[in-house]
């Protein structure tokens, strides 16, 4: 399969994703007070999360998540701090420094415009990934 139909194909699978969860409607929203996004306000949020959400089910299920944050400024509105990810209970480093590296490489914009809210979509799915 060449390269274009596997981006094609990879979309059209985000894109189902995103579609199911805002139907479902199965976010998490931490209310952030217009401060700048940080490392250690990303991380407190994700122990937060991980506590709430994911700690009941950690035994036999896994989460399809996706991250994202809705700035103050009504014009940046929300931007996606990653795609939807496949995560066992099990894989909480790498999903951290997943986030934390997104957060590095992306553009000045999330960490210099203050944020409002941070949001994890996610689908509980059944069995280990």
Known sequence: ???YKIKKKRKQQINAY???VLREGWNKIYS???ITLTNEILISC???FRQEIFEPIKD???LIIQCKVNFSDNDQGYKS????RKVNYGDKELFYDYLLQRLSILSDSYVTHPICQIIFSY???DGLY
């Open 1 to 3: 399969m060449d390269r």
């Open 18 to 20: 995103t579609h199911y």
């Open 32 to 34: 952030i007070n217009n």
């Open 46 to 48: 994700l122990e937060n």
């Open 60 to 62: 036999d299920k896994h």
């Open 81 to 84: 701090l990653t795609y939807f």
């Open 123 to 125: 689908i509980i799915k």
